[in-house]
């Protein structure tokens, strides 16, 4: 199996919205709705913000919204703030996860 | 607090063996699926191995790495064998809950192999 495809960098000003896209194929992100999102600062360890596709944990910002069309899904930052500049990945879960390449989302 | 706190990991030489270890606290660790992610330096995820809860049910990205688990001790492992450059990186334990979320994760743990 083939990693879901991110696109390396995405970037918005403060205030706006920003969409980040994952896609996959229909055996992966396509097939099930076992597609979550994670959060990763420089250093740190990743922090999931969204699971099962649009699900929000507790304590995550209403701002993070997740969706999924086809084999493609997509994670949607709104009202883009400073602290939201980090790195994102997406996965698809079976027993072994699959994890996307990774976004650098820059706040200009 | 749901926590797990990681050990071991450091500088190895090409063909030596290292044992990771994650302990974890705050939850029932026995009925929880556990995983270990690696992150090559600038690089990004990659998914090495999972266990079930019982432990009866693992897999791994290849013959080298072995996970396993003491539900007594509420802790994992991961054992790397012959260990190659390619090895180099940063070893997250994590939880994988409902099969669907890695929701809690530990520090991560270097290790550096060096020929």
């Known amino acids: 199996q083939s990693a879901p495809t991110q696109p390396p960098s995405a970037s918005g000003s403060p205030g706006q919205s920003v969409t980040i896209s994952c896609t996959g194929t229909?055996?992966?992100?396509?097939?099930?709705?076992?597609v979550s999102w994670y959060q990763q600062y420089p250093g740190k360890a990743p922090k999931l913000i969204i699971y099962?596709?649009?699900k929000r944990p507790s304590g995550v910002p209403d701002r993070f919204s997740g969706s999924k069309s086809g084999n493609t899904a997509s994670l949607t930052v709104s009202g883009l703030q400073a602290e939201d500049e980090a790195h994102y990945y997406c996965?698809?879960?079976?027993?072994?996860?699959?994890f996307g390449g990774g976004t650098k989302l820059t706040v200009l | 607090e749901e926590q797990l706190v990681q050990s071991g990991g450091g500088l190895v030489q090409t063909g030596e063996s290292l044992r990771l270890s994650c302990a974890a606290s705050?939850?029932?660790?026995?009925?929880?699926?556990m995983t270990w992610i690696r992150q090559a330096p600038g690089k990004g995820l990659e998914w090495v191995a999972g266990?079930?809860?019982?432990?009866t049910y693992k897999q791994s990205v290849g013959g080298r790495l072995t996970i396993s688990r003491d539900n007594a001790q509420n802790s994992l492992y991961l054992q790397i064998n012959s260990l190659i450059a390619d090895d180099t990186a940063m070893y997250f334990c994590?939880?994988?809950?409902?099969?669907?979320?890695?929701?809690?994760w530990g520090q991560g743990t270097l290790i550096t192999v060096s020929s």
């Open positions: 266990m079930s809860p019982d432990g």
């Open positions: 994590a939880r994988d809950s409902g099969y669907s979320r890695l929701d809690c």
């Open positions: 099962e596709v649009f």
């Open positions: 705050g939850f029932t660790f026995q009925t929880f699926w």
């Open positions: 996965a698809s879960h079976g027993v072994s996860k699959l």
């Open positions: 229909s055996s992966d992100v396509g097939t099930q709705n076992y």
